[in-house]
């Protein structure tokens, strides 16, 4: 016997960290939400970052200009990205899209854009993490860039000055500074930049299903059912899920680096790519750290997680789904070890994700332009979890029918 068909208020489509902490925003403004997802809640892009909430992102990663840096690119010399060459043709786009809005004249306004996400991002995840019980998974100590260069420490600290134009606190750190927050590494960082205004979060996988839970304990449903059965039906959506066809009023595509396909067969076209990215846990018996550690010379970071110290590597630029080529890994683990006593590999193959990336470098939040009750909420790029819980708020809102308490037009889905 068929199964009825269900109505509820809001379906979200993806229970990644972004689509579960919009799911809580909506809750507290009263609606009925459903979340649905073909693959268990934040296994998939959320599960590898650095876990950190990134207060002091105020500046998006923008595609490097120096000519320099860009041979180092084009010649696969460069420990911070990598490239496969089948996929740039149809990347093309996207990355011409990219290094027009990091120009000197066009990204200040990706700055603008991103400030009001990254200034209430803390403010805004910290109480879904208390009444979620997930306080014992969040490092209070901050980030650190370390250099091994002069050209690097040049770097470092001219970002450092510029992050104090924004009312960030910031502490230039010696050789011995660092040594005394991180004993651990070793001489060939020559010094430090210290962010205490970030946090981090040691499992985000662990964070993600907390959020759920408090979901589901506040009357949320979470759903299996495969986004690709998208429908629209008179004035309702349609998606088909374990218990049979669920119809919506409001359906958000919250689907990360899958959302651009998606919205791409409903007939958006927004500008976009993927970058992704590898980690790798290693026995932290005698490499304990406090926070994490990124080496500006090499685009990597080394964070203190629960399960041991993990090495997430920069960019790669490739098919979304294709196979892993973890050349940057190998590449790196020698160079991190030299930084850090970091102990053997604790799994057999290393953890591969993608990041859904916008030319502008902002998140795509927002009402679809040609769809009633359809709304967009991906293309976080580095910082969704960062972003995930003010992005949340200001959709929520939207959806509600409130004034959103920050500007949405920044993310606005038309711009492309």
């Not at 010094?191 to 205004?197: E, F, T």
């Not at 203190?304 to 960019?315: E, S, V």
């Not at 029918?401 to 993310?411: F, T």
Request: aromatic share 8%.
């Amino acid at each position: 016997m068929a199964q009825a068909t269900q109505t509820r208020d809001v379906v979200v489509l993806g229970a990644g960290i972004v689509g579960t902490t919009l799911a809580l925003k909506l809750q507290a403004l009263g609606h009925d939400v459903t979340l649905v997802d073909k693959d268990h809640p934040g296994a998939a892009t959320s599960f590898g970052n650095a876990g950190l909430i990134e207060r002091s992102a105020v500046f998006p990663y923008a595609f490097p200009r120096d000519l320099r840096t860009l041979l180092a690119y084009a010649l696969q010399r460069s420990t911070a990205a990598h490239y496969h060459w089948q996929a740039l043709p149809s990347l093309l786009p996207y990355l011409a899209g990219y290094w027009g809005h990091s120009s000197a004249s066009k990204y200040p306004a990706a700055i603008r854009g991103a400030l009001p996400l990254i200034e209430h991002s803390w403010s805004e995840h910290q109480p879904l993490i208390e009444a979620a019980g997930a306080s014992a998974l969040v490092n209070q100590h901050g980030w650190i860039k370390v250099w091994r260069s002069a050209g690097a420490e040049a770097i470092a600290l001219r970002q450092a000055e510029q992050s104090r134009d924004y009312g960030l606190r910031v502490r230039v750190l010696s050789a011995a500074e660092l040594r005394t927050l991180e004993p651990n590494v070793s001489a060939v960082a020559q010094g430090g930049v210290h962010y205490p205004d970030s946090r981090q979060i040691q499992d985000p996988y662990d964070l993600t299903l907390a959020y759920l839970r408090l979901f589901e304990q506040r009357g949320g449903h979470f759903l299996r059912g495969d986004a690709e059965t998208l429908s629209s039906h008179a004035d309702l959506w349609r998606v088909t899920t374990s218990i049979g066809q669920v119809d919506a009023h409001q359906i958000v595509i919250a689907l990360g680096p899958w959302g651009e396909s998606l919205a791409r067969r409903l007939g958006y076209r927004l500008n976009m790519g993927v970058k992704r990215g590898y980690h790798m846990h290693f026995d932290s018996a005698t490499a304990a750290l406090s926070h994490v550690v990124v080496d500006v010379d090499h685009g990597y970071a080394l964070a203190p997680m629960k399960k041991g110290i993990r090495l997430t590597t920069g960019a790669e630029f490739a098919f979304r789904d294709a196979a892993p080529t973890p050349v940057q890994l190998d590449t790196l683990e020698p160079i991190a070890r030299r930084l850090l006593p970091i102990g053997a590999r604790l799994e057999s193959a290393p953890w591969l994700g993608a990041r859904p990336c916008t030319a502008d470098m902002l998140p795509i939040i927002g009402p679809a332009s040609k769809h009633r009750g359809l709304w967009f909420c991906f293309g976080h790029a580095h910082h969704g979890l960062t972003q995930a819980a003010s992005s949340g708020r200001l959709l929520a809102e939207m959806i509600s029918g409130r004034d959103p308490y920050i500007d949405p037009s920044p993310y606005r889905v038309d711009r492309f």
